[in-house]
């Protein structure tokens, strides 16, 4: 996989993602690179600087007060949080600081907030924060949960994504396929690769990738 890697820069940011041609399968879908987010997901440079990106994406009167992390976004969260505090970004919290939280997945795939976590839910406006956007379905299933616990969904915001919005709301996305024209996304009953007899490369999630033997 490492001799493939090639690199793509984001016209929203000075960030660069790495990525590797291929044939691979995520939950929801096939496609034919593997963006691999790592390095803007926990080195603290990275991370910082795509909190920043996002910040300018929201408007100065969208109230936050819990951002929900999902794929091990937990740090661009953390620094989320920080510049949307700084920028003047109300919260209706009691002590004025946003939450960030992260919810539990059971064996079929439900999401669930465990019982000391549902107040930073409850009546709170949300921003969802994701690795990559491509078919909804994820942001589909977190949308139900937040609302299901009594949350407000104001905004989603995602590393990479192919949707520019869902529902009635924009997808904030650092990296999108203006940035990677080459990347191309397919269900699994419509995968051309698969139909012409290409073996998987690798099954790959928001969290890395595990090549099939």
Known sequence: MENRKIQFRSKACNLHLSAYPGHFATKHSHVNYFL???????RQSNAEEAARALVPLYKHNTVVDTIVCLDGTEVIGAFLAEKLTESGFFSYN?????YIVTPEIDSDGQMFFRKNIQPMIKDRNIIILMASVTTGITINRSWECIEYYGGKLQGISAIFSTLSEYGNLPVNALFTPNDIPSYHTYSKHDCPYCKNGQKIDALVNGHGYSELL
Not at 36 to 42: E, N, P, S
Not at 94 to 98: A, E, F, T
């Open 36 to 42: 691999d987010m790592t390095t803007l997901k926990v």
């Open 94 to 98: 009691q002590h004025k600081s946003i």
